[in-house]
T-cell receptor
Framework: GNSVTQMEGPVTLSEEAFLTINCTYT??????LFWYVQYPGEGLQLLLK?????DKGSNKGFEATYRKETTSFHLEKGSVQVSDSAVYFC????????????FGTGTRLTVIP | NAGVTQTPKFQVLKTGQSMTLQCAQD?????MSWYRQDPGMGLRLIHY???????DQGEVPNGYNVSRSTTEDFPLRLLSAAPSQTSVYFC?????????????????FGEGSRLTVL
């Protein structure tokens, strides 16, 4: 089957700290992988994506590399800001045009000044 | 830039009542979907549509109905609300791709509708 497992939260970091949020997946076929972010009171929005093995997605200082050998897509940022406080969701679609995205449970990040 | 608009943002129902959550998008997206978000469970797909007149069930369809009479609108109906349907509901849309008309992967979400069933 298809599923995504994220590290349990919440995660609390000081400003300028290094961030890693772990994500591993199980999928049939050749999935595309995504990170979505949900800011307080808002809907989810796409943060970054990778569509094939060894691809690196990046946006707003966040990066994630599609590792097929470890079935992982960990989110990283070198220096977090207070404005990065949000809930982060890892997700996959098992193939282009599949009718569902499978989401992880979300990891809440709080960055304190 | 309206994007995906959901109404209402908040609703309280009594068990057995019915209601409709509205969703409209102005991006001419073929694919539209409804998810529910519950603590510790992430987002789960309720129903989806790959175009006007075409709908199908997702992971958790029981207790919900949908219709897609236009490209823009995709309402979600609760016919007889139950406490288990207390959740935050998100509508999402996307350009369609592939022979099945599924999403490209970049979903555009509404702001959500928080529903409480007493």
């Amino acid at each position: 089957g298809n599923s995504v497992t994220q590290m349990e939260g919440p995660v609390t970091l000081s400003e300028e700290a290094f961030l890693t949020i772990n994500c591993t997946y199980t999928a049939t076929g050749y999935p595309s992988l995504f990170w979505y972010v949900q800011y307080p009171g808002e809907g989810l929005q796409l943060l970054l994506k990778a569509t094939k093995a060894d691809d690196k997605g990046s946006n707003k200082g966040f990066e994630a590399t599609y590792r097929k050998e470890t079935t992982s897509f960990h989110l990283e940022k070198g220096s977090v800001q207070v404005s990065d406080s949000a809930v982060y969701f890892c997700a996959l679609t098992p193939r282009t045009g599949a009718n569902n995205l499978f989401f992880g449970t979300g990891t809440r990040l709080t960055v304190i000044p | 830039n309206a994007g995906v608009t959901q109404t209402p943002k908040f609703q309280v129902l009594k068990t057995g009542q019915s209601m409709t959550l509205q969703c409209a998008q102005d991006m001419n997206h073929e694919y539209m979907s409804w998810y529910r978000q519950d603590p510790g469970m992430g987002l789960r797909l309720i129903h989806y549509s790959v175009g006007a007149g075409i709908t199908d069930q997702g992971e958790v369809p029981n207790g919900y109905n949908v219709s897609r009479s236009t490209t823009e609108d995709f309402p979600l109906r609760l016919l007889s609300a139950a406490p288990s349907q207390t959740s935050v509901y998100f509508c999402a849309s996307s350009y369609a791709k592939g022979v099945n008309g599924g999403p490209t992967g970049e979903l555009f979400f509404g702001e959500g509708s928080r529903l409480t069933v007493l």
